[in-house]
Each structure stands twice: as structure tokens, then as C-alpha cells.
């Protein structure tokens, strides 16, 4: 009879080879409730109850939108967190910035290589995508120059790293995500966004709903058929569905607010 352990071991194998990365899962036996799924499939010795037992509808958690100063204030933090080598403050501001002004996955971010990083054309490759769809970003020239700044700043802190990795840690090697997130609850802290206990408060991709809030936004007021531009949103934030996207309208009043004044002007000046 197969062990838990082995199990799990073949759970994870199909999990990735569908192209599941699994980083936090990882660190929390891997979303038992779906790997007892599993198992109960495969072992009829194992029981789980039956879904409809319990009903529940899963409600998306309204993303915490951060400011422009806000931003620029968990920036100015994460560049004071204590560091021996200064390499770890400056990737990590840096990390922290790339989220807020592209929308990318903090994954996609510190999986970027070297070689994906184009800072002549101004484009990121992001390969280490979720569903594995490689795609391209193309950097905004502000966004390029502080790329090609941390560049310079990080091969002469680190001129032999261990890692390909773009970004690197004091170490020279990848960043890893819990260490990520351990800093930006750290820097988030000292400004204020969490209570010196606070485990809950903004997470760690919030600051990439900045990117999505402010581009529909500028859609809105620039009077164009936000529905119609969805799907290159879409696609520059790597979703699946168009509905993922459209979540930022219903989750967020002033989008929400805009979205019924459009609807008015393009009804007449009423709804029916």
C-alpha cells in the first residue's frame, strides 16, 4: 500500500508537469484539501467529505490598492531594510517597484533571468508564467532606466553571482519568495501599512493592482471602449480569462463609479 508521502510526491509531479508552480502551497503540504481530492481518487481507503456538505461560494478578496505615494513610500522602506551588503535593500525596492508599475506576478519577477531582461529595447520575456504562457512586457523608459540602474549597481556589488537570476540577494543567488515577502512585511511595517503584530494587512501582490486600477482608469476617463481593451490588459497581466480582468471594475468603487458614468453617456444621459 502506497505511503502518504508517496502520494504526495506523485501529486506534485502532475501538479507541475500541468504547469503548476506551487511556491506558497508548497510550504503548506501543498492545498491539502486538493491533494486528499487526489488521493481519495486513487486510495478507495480514503474518505473526504463530499463537497456539497458544506456550502461555499468563493468570494475574491477586493484588492488593496495602493497610491502612487504609498508606493513611493514601501519604495524609500524597503531601501533602508538592514543590509551588510546593500544588495539586498536595493533588489528588493527595485522588486517591489517592477510589481507596481508592470502588474507582474512576484514569481514572474524573481524568475526573470539575465538574457530576459532587454533593457536596450525596453522589453521583459517573462517565461516563468502561471499556466507556462511565455509572454512579452514592454518596460516604460522610466521603468528601463531604473532596471538598467539596478543592472549596474548589481554586477559591481556582485561582479561573480551564483545565480542567472536578474535580480540577485546578498548571497548572489535567486531571490526566493517567503524571503520576498518576509522583507515587504517587514518594509510595510515600518511605514505603517501593518501593526508591528499585524499578520494580516496588504500582501505582497497587492502593489501590482496599481498597474491594472490606474490603465483601465486612464481608459475610462479617456471616454474609450474599456470592454474592448480588456483582453490586451489581459494578456499584459498574464490572466487566464478576460473575467479575471474584469474583476478590477467590480472590486474597486471609483472604477465601478466610472464604468456606470460611460454606461449613462452611451445610453443618452439615463439608464433605462
Known sequence: MKTLSTYLEEYLELRHKLGCKLYLAGGLLHRFVRFAQYVSGAGPRTEIPPQELLPHRYHRKPPYLHTDAGVSRLLQSSRQLPDPKVLRAISHSTVFGLLAVTGMRVGEAIGLDRPDADLHQGLLTVRQAKFNKARLLPLHRTTQKKLQEYEAVRDQLCPQPKSPSFFLSERGTRLKYFTVRRW??????????????????????????????????????????????????????????????????????ELLHLATQGLERRQGGGLA
Not at 240 to 245: G, L, M, N, S, Y
Open 184 to 253: 515587504f512585511v517587514i518594509a510595510s511595517r515600518k511605514i505603517g501599512l501593518r501593526a508591528p503584530t499585524d499578520h494580516r494587512g496588504p500582501r505582497l501582490h497587492d502593489p501590482g493592482h496599481l498597474f491594472a486600477f490606474k490603465t483601465i482608469r486612464q481608459w475610462y476617463r479617456q471616454d474609450l471602449d474599456v470592454e474592448a481593451h480588456l483582453p490586451e490588459l489581459t494578456t499584459c497581466l498574464g490572466h487566464e480569462h478576460v473575467a479575471d480582468t474584469y474583476g478590477y471594475i467590480s472590486a474597486t468603487p
